[in-house]
């Protein structure tokens, strides 16, 4: 059984950092595309960054130079780093597993919240 969990989501104020951690579990993750996605109030699920097995990054432009996705193998486990947070980043994050099987697996999200 394949889960993703995700934790770390949070009430920050403008400019401040968070980091959003998922537990991946039931796939060979080493082989698993990662990425995080999130979707703000009466908007589509879009793609925040990604990751591959091999580090390889991407990013959506809106949060270039601000946010950076990691992974850990051996812990089977995917970061991100969100610094100078906006509120426009108020969002459910989600982790998504791209994996080998084929399989495209989603965690159950972690509200991010950027707010004075």
């Known amino acids: 059984q394949v889960q993703l969990v995700e934790t770390g989501g949070d009430l920050v104020q403008p400019g401040g950092s968070l980091r959003l951690s998922c537990a991946a579990s039931g796939i060979i993750f080493r082989l698993a595309l990662m990425g995080w996605y999130r979707q703000a109030p009466g908007k589509q699920r879009e793609l925040v960054a990604r990751i591959t097995g091999g580090d390889i990054t991407d990013y959506a432009d809106s949060v270039k ?12 486990m995917v970061y991100l780093q969100m610094n100078s947070l906006k509120p426009e980043d108020t969002a459910v994050y989600y ?7 084929p399989g495209l697996y989603w965690g159950q999200g972690t509200q991010v919240i950027v707010s004075s």
Do not use: E, L
């Open 95 to 101: 982790c998504n597993a791209d994996a080998v099987g």
């Open 65 to 76: 130079g601000r946010f950076t996705i990691s992974r850990d193998n051996a812990k089977n």
